[in-house]
């Protein structure tokens, strides 16, 4: 599997951005797929994460409604919009690819260590 992300970039407090992560390789729509974000001097922490089909959606408290995760599978793409971006938005984001739970039901898989495919990461940098 290879992921790649794109859509980062600088904005004001209060924008909005698109992220993007196109995959390719093993059968997209057949795992769950996340965004996580490494702030400078920080660990690696989950952003959001939706299952196989887009059934069932998990997001951190810190982005809970400003940011929204979707998937396409037909064109194997993962989405991340940001909303009502603050200053400690600013990350670098990355798409991950969970290949090995499959078509789990909930998103369980919160941890960085769950993800085995992971893209190249993306720059956000939220001005105040």
């Known amino acids: 599997v290879q992921l790649q992300a794109f859509g980062g970039g600088l904005v004001q407090a209060g924008g909005f951005l698109r992220l993007s992560c196109a995959a390719s390789?093993?059968?997209?729509?057949?795992?769950?797929m996340g965004w996580f974000r490494q702030a400078p001097g920080k660990e690696r922490e989950f952003v959001a994460g939706?299952?196989?089909?887009?059934?069932?959606?998990l997001y951190a408290d810190s982005v809970k409604g400003r940011f929204t995760i979707s998937r396409d599978n037909a064109k194997n793409t993962v989405y991340l919009q940001m909303n009502s971006l603050k200053p400690e938005d600013t990350a670098v984001y990355y798409c991950?690819?969970?290949?090995?739970?499959?078509?789990?039901?909930?998103?369980?898989?919160?941890?960085?260590?769950?993800?085995?495919?992971w893209g190249q990461g993306t720059l956000v940098t939220v001005s105040s």
């Open positions: 390789g093993r059968s997209f729509s057949l795992y769950p």
């Open positions: 939706i299952t196989w089909n887009g059934g069932n959606i």
């Open positions: 991950a690819a969970d290949t090995l739970h499959g078509q789990i039901k909930r998103v369980t898989n919160t941890g960085a260590d769950e993800y085995d495919y």
